[in-house]
Nanobody, 124 residues
Framework: QTQLVESGGGLVQPGGSLRVSCTASGFTLDSYDIAWFRQAPGKEREGVSCISTSGRTACADSVKGRFTISRDNAKNTVYLQMNSLKPEDTAVYYC??????????????????WGQGTQVTVSS
């Protein structure tokens, strides 16, 4: 059974940092493009950052310079390091996987496998 599991969410104060993790079971993440998405209440799901099988990355303008995506293939895990967090970063964060594409994508329909999400709340 293939599964993606997110972890590491929680409550953090504005300006703080948090690292969320995406771990796979039943398949190896290094064979897939992986992306992080987030969805706040009443808003559409939006792409945050993605990483290709070759290590190329892309991210949304709203998180550029603050969030970093990375892989640890030995642990079959993809991370999203989030720094300088803002209240508007509050959302459920999801990781998703897709077969390697020739372009980097932050579009939800391009991804077929999803985790259950982890809540990130930025508040004082």
């Amino acid at each position: 059974q293939t599964q993606l599991v997110e972890s590491g969410g929680g409550l953090v104060q504005p300006g703080g940092s948090l690292r969320v993790s995406c771990t796979a079971s039943g398949f190896t993440l290094d064979s897939y493009d992986i992306a992080w998405f987030r969805q706040a209440p009443g808003k559409e799901r939006e792409g945050v950052s993605c990483i290709s099988t070759s290590g190329r990355t892309a991210c949304a303008d709203s998180v550029k310079g603050r969030f970093t995506i990375s892989r640890d293939n030995a642990k079959n895990t993809v991370y999203l390091q989030m720094n300088s967090l803002k209240p508007e970063d509050t959302a459920v964060y999801y990781c998703a996987a897709r077969r390697p594409g020739w372009y980097l994508s932050l579009s939800p329909p391009d991804y077929g496998s999803w985790g259950q999400g982890t809540q990130v709340t930025v508040s004082s």
